[in-house]
């Protein structure tokens, strides 16, 4: 298991135990994390999983991928260096402890 934290758009911390090779947005999905639509279902096109990384496994993230650079443009909520999309990313030993802050809308 891999320990990841989400917070929410209201502030609510959600700490889960995340099984290796689900997506984030998977496991937030189904733990109902408040915040995340995920309207395509995780296949990178839609935006709505929007979340911001934090924390020091952020920086052993994968960077994103160019289909996920290029989705990333669409996101509604402000865009910053930290923003990944949660379906993009896979629980993996190496992100123990991240953190991922929803971003404050999705559409
Ligand atoms: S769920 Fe659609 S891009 Fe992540």
Known sequence: MVGVVFIEPAGGEVELDATEGWSLM??????????????????????????????????????????????????????????RLSCQIKAAPTIDGLILRVAETQS
């Open 26 to 83: 998977q496991v937030a999905t189904s733990q109902g994390v408040e915040g995340i639509d995920a309207e395509c279902g995780g296949s990178c096109a839609c935006a709505t999983c929007h979340c911001y990384v934090e924390g020091e496994a952020a920086a052993a993230l994968p960077p994103p991928s160019e289909a996920e650079l290029a989705m990333l443009e669409h996101v509604v909520a402000e865009r910053r260096p930290s923003s």
